[in-house]
């Protein structure tokens, strides 16, 4: 099992940088797909980033290709989103997800964090 807790977010202006940090427990996280997902207000949760076990494969949404960075490191069981550029548009809830597999569909993500607020604004 595995839990999550995101930390990292706040209130920036367009144009600025925030890093999301994810810190994990438990046994499995070394071995688990981690990935960033978002929900804004009245949208559907959508996904924005993942990083292979190893951190040897990472996939992004077109709409942040180029301005974020997924990455971790698997001593301190955590995952990380570097978001630069930030764009009203990316206001939203961030959450962290642990999947068995590499992937980008959410339905296969076991384990959830509770969230975290980015706000942008213009």
């Known amino acids: 099992q595995v839990q999550l807790v995101e930390s990292g977010g706040g209130l920036v202006q367009a144009g600025g940088s925030l890093r999301l940090s994810c810190a994990a427990s438990g046994r499995t996280f070394s071995t688990a797909a981690m990935g960033w997902f978002r929900q804004a207000p009245g949208k559907e949760r959508e996904f924005v980033a993942a990083i292979s076990w190893n951190g040897g494969n990472t996939y992004y949404a077109d709409s942040v290709k180029g301005r974020f960075t997924i990455s971790r490191d698997n001593a301190k069981k955590t995952v990380y989103l570097q978001m630069n550029s930030l764009k009203p548009e990316d206001t939203a809830v961030y959450y962290c997800?642990?999947?068995?597999?590499?992937?980008?569909?959410?339905?296969?993500?076991?384990?959830w964090g509770q969230g975290t607020q980015v706000t942008v604004s213009s």
């Open positions: 997800a642990a999947s068995p597999i590499f992937t980008m569909a959410s339905g296969t993500y076991k384990y």
